[in-house]
């Protein structure tokens, strides 16, 4: 009985060390377990057994390596680990993928139930001292719809979607997918339009199918995908793109002006440039006038009039 607990739980640290990292020689498996390397093969057959599927490499410079197998086998956590994924599935079960809520429930439930006391204590922890003030609901997107997306944008394959614009209109779109954007509660995909040679922002929850076309996507030279959907929401829309100065290096400014609020550029080291759209200068210097920094409106001048404006407004009503 002795000698069965010391292999399974040899058998234990060796899967450990092989989800830890990519590859690992039979020598460096030996020594880390202390046996020999006839005993690392043996054990390697025994996961092989139980449904692990470890690939082995010859020759010299060969090894071993975690592969892909046609089920999922168990997988070892350490106690970071766990704690982290626990809190992760609480927060991803917020209903915007439409299709996980009963896989979140269910993951969370298993999770649970084998975690040791000291981590779940931890996990009730966070979760106690956490309150979420959300906004408004997410979009709901479907879970096969955002599955078939990230796979196209890490296959690189032209995409053929039905997507329907801001008046509800449906179009069908060739796209090159580079990359999955989330927003606050909206999905984004970020492609290559190709019938109109251009970058475009597309939202999830407005794509009502998709399906591979078997050509390659064409994303040469691709903007950033996160700047986009940033300039997609603080820009876009509005009638009226100021551009300011904001006396503070680019962290800081992002924590005067978030990016759904404004497009960002370093202007050196001590300075940042934003674009801030809005509805009419006199909204934009509304906004401009609340923000706990010096601003410097650089363009355009209607901007800048309103400003000054609304300075000398709240100078008349609050005389020295």
Known sequence: ?????????????????????????????????????????????????????????????????????????????????????????????????????????????????????????RVAAVHGATAELRGRDPDRVDADLLVSLAQACRGGERLRLVYADRQGRASERLADPLRLVRAGPRWYLVARDVGRDAWRTFRVDRIASVRGTGQPADVSDPPDAVDLVARGMAVAPYAVVAR?????????????????????????????????????????????????VPVTVLDPPDVAVAVRARAAALLAANPA
Do not use: C, F, N
Not at 246 to 274: C, K, N, S
């Open 1 to 121: 009985m002795h000698a069965v607990l010391e292999t399974s739980a040899r058998l234990l640290r060796l899967l450990s060390l092989l989800q830890a990292r990519p590859a690992w020689t039979a020598p460096q498996l030996a020594e880390r377990l202390a046996v020999t390397e006839r005993t690392v093969r043996r054990d390697v057959a025994r996961l092989r057994d139980l449904g692990y599927p470890v690939d082995a490499e010859p020759g010299p410079h060969g090894g071993y390596r975690l592969g892909r197998g046609g089920a999922l086998p168990p997988l070892l956590l350490d106690d970071d680990e766990a704690v982290a994924v626990a809190v992760g599935l609480r927060a991803a079960a917020d209903g915007s993928v439409v299709g996980l809520d009963d896989a979140t429930v269910s993951a969370l439930a298993k999770l649970a139930q084998v975690l040791p006391a000291r981590l779940a204590t």
């Open 244 to 292: 300011v100065r904001i006396d503070l290096p680019a962290a800081a400014a992002l924590e005067v002006v978030p990016r759904t609020v404004g497009v960002h550029t370093p202007d050196g080291d001590a300075a940042t440039v934003v674009e801030i759209g809005g509805s009419d200068a006199a909204g934009l210097a509304r906004y401009l006038a609340g923000l706990a």
